[in-house]
């Protein structure tokens, strides 16, 4: 009879972040939330980028949220079940909730936005690989069928994921130019009112909400502000109210800690756990071969990145899936020991010998979305220099970054940080499947890694509903990019957020901030 979730009755989460159980919400006021950098779209559909994740929830809603334990929780859904061979979903929608233009949301608006998340997003031809349909018997029911399990499927369908679109509106032409990407219409307790370019997009509160009460909040302002250092004055001024996701230079988190109106908080990021990694361009006549691969992660000390690039803030992390989620973490994976001498001896080997002080060139990009990395990139940049290898670092702004990478694969050596999100399969595979080679596509597989054994492990813990035995393809699949090395893990960032004092049920879900903040708000003090 499959296994049936969701309820009509109001949810219980756990006990919000930013608040005190003896303060009751309290309507009107402003937030002004940073989002960086500047998206490209509101809707998150067609990226995964952390911009639109942030931008879209606010306006777009997902079929369920997630508990700081990333159990689901109905949203659009009320109630769902799943049946005992895993291969049919069944999903209750709410009745009565209405599109931002007073369109009725309705079962076709799942269908049409699985269709188009299958199709344009990064990580979802991974997601919904194994959809072959969706059934709308009637106008409040979505009937999701696969043709094989998808035992992942459940936990992504957050709003950031895998936001649920007006059919109306993504009907016929091009989804990618559809003027609702900038000027969204969605289900979400915030109306799109106006983007002022450079500066900021302000929403408004959804007076007709399904979810009443909620909003409290009048306003709220995506504020964008690309200098770490200006973000960390916005905040000492209250010009920002909130800013998640390391939004400072990490020396100073301490000292604005200290400052009486503001707060730091670290949950709200197990939806979406950061993994930092350089990535090597396999298509470059060095990085193909292994050896090269080998030495060049013999001359980092994670270490030292660790302790003097991020202040601490992270866990050392050898292996492509993170050590947050253990249950797959496979801690006995090659590891590549800070070790100078051998990294040479590995390029001498490989036909590169020292001429003149240096082997060869090569050039090391960094997401810039962080501001860490710049000096991530520096330290790389010194410790290649270090074995003979003349590295350039090659700053821009993220726009300008994700299509060097992604579109014109004009990179090297690419000092990125992905979300493994809440399963593998989803967060993980997109990286090493060959299949997922997308140009054009961020955040998919920018090495050109190909590997039919990796991509049969993939394939296989992909569908395999027994959890012992998707442990043990994922670790094999551990062991087996380990040694072939096509993108080096250093470490697990350790995200914080850090808020005025003034503002109250900030993070109340796994994703955090990016959530809807339907529940936040904010007092005079």
Do not use: C
């Not at 994921?161 to 219409?185: M, R």
């Not at 399904?210 to 009048?218: M, S, V």
């Not at 964008?224 to 209250?238: K, Q």
């Not at 959890?467 to 380990?482: E, H, M, S, T």
């Amino acid at each position: 009879m499959g296994i049936a979730f969701g309820s009509t009755a109001a949810r219980t989460l756990a006990a919000p972040v930013g608040t005190s159980d003896t303060i009751k919400p309290v309507y009107g006021g402003r937030l002004a939330l940073l989002v960086n950098p500047e998206p490209n779209a509101l809707v998150s559909f067609a990226t995964s980028a952390g911009a639109e994740e942030k931008a879209s929830p606010k306006i777009t809603e997902g079929l369920l949220s997630y508990d700081f334990d990333v159990k689901p929780q109905p949203q659009l859904a009320r109630a769902w079940n799943i049946s005992d061979d895993g291969l049919t979903y069944t999903f209750h929608l709410r009745e009565g909730v209405s599109w931002h233009d007073g369109k009725p949301f309705v079962a076709n608006d799942v269908r049409r936005s699985v269709q188009l998340l299958k199709q344009y997003h990064p990580r979802g031809s991974t997601t919904f690989a194994n959809v072959t349909s969706v059934d709308t018997p009637d106008l409040h029911t979505a009937i999701i069928r696969l043709s094989k399990p998808a035992p992942y499927l459940i936990y992504a369908l957050a709003a950031q994921e895998s936001p649920i679109l007006p059919s109306h509106l993504y009907s016929d032409g091009d989804p990618l130019s559809n003027p609702n990407n900038v000027k969204p219409i969605g289900t979400g307790p915030y109306l799109f009112k106006e983007w002022i370019r450079g500066s900021h997009v302000r929403l408004v509160r959804n007076p007709h909400y399904w979810d009443a009460p909620k909003p409290y909040l009048d306003e709220l302002i995506l504020r964008f502000i690309s200098d770490p250092s200006a973000r960390a004055a916005a905040l000492e001024t209250g010009e920002l109210d909130i800013a998640g996701e390391n939004p400072v230079p990490l020396p100073d988190v301490a000292r604005l800690k200290s400052l009486a109106r503001l707060a730091v908080e670290t949950r709200g990021y197990s939806y979406n756990a950061a993994q930092t990694q350089l990535q090597f361009n396999l298509d470059n006549p060095y990085l193909k071969d292994v050896r090269v691969r080998h030495a060049i992660a013999h001359a980092i000390d994670r270490e030292t990145i660790l302790r003097s690039v991020f202040f601490g803030f992270g866990i050392s992390s050898p292996s492509p899936i993170s050590p947050l989620l253990s249950q797959y973490y496979d801690p006995t994976v090659p590891t590549y020991p800070f070790d100078r001498e051998k990294a040479a001896k590995l390029l001498d080997e490989s036909g590169y010998p020292l001429r003149g002080g240096t082997r060869f060139a090569l050039t090391i990009d960094y997401n810039p979305y962080d501001p860490s990395f710049r000096q991530l990139a520096a330290y790389l940049r010194q410790a290649l220099r270090g074995i003979g290898i003349d590295a350039t670092v090659r700053s821009q702004d993220f726009a300008t970054y994700v299509k060097r990478i992604y579109t014109d694969r004009d990179f090297d050596l690419d000092a990125n940080f992905l979300g493994n999100t809440f399963d593998p399969s989803v967060g993980v595979q997109r990286l090493y499947w060959s299949k997922n080679f997308r140009k054009g596509v961020p955040f998919s597989n920018a090495t050109h890694y190909t590997d039919p054994e990796v991509d049969r492990l993939l394939e296989a813990a992909a569908t395999e509903p027994d959890a012992i035995k998707r442990i043990a393809l994922f670790k094999a699949f551990q062991q087996k990019v380990g040694a072939d090395l096509p993108i080096y893990d250093l470490i697990t960032l350790k995200q914080i957020t850090v808020y005025n004092r003034r503002v109250h049920h900030h993070t109340v879900t796994a994703d955090g901030l990016n959530g809807n903040l339907a529940d936040v708000f904010v007092t005079s003090t």
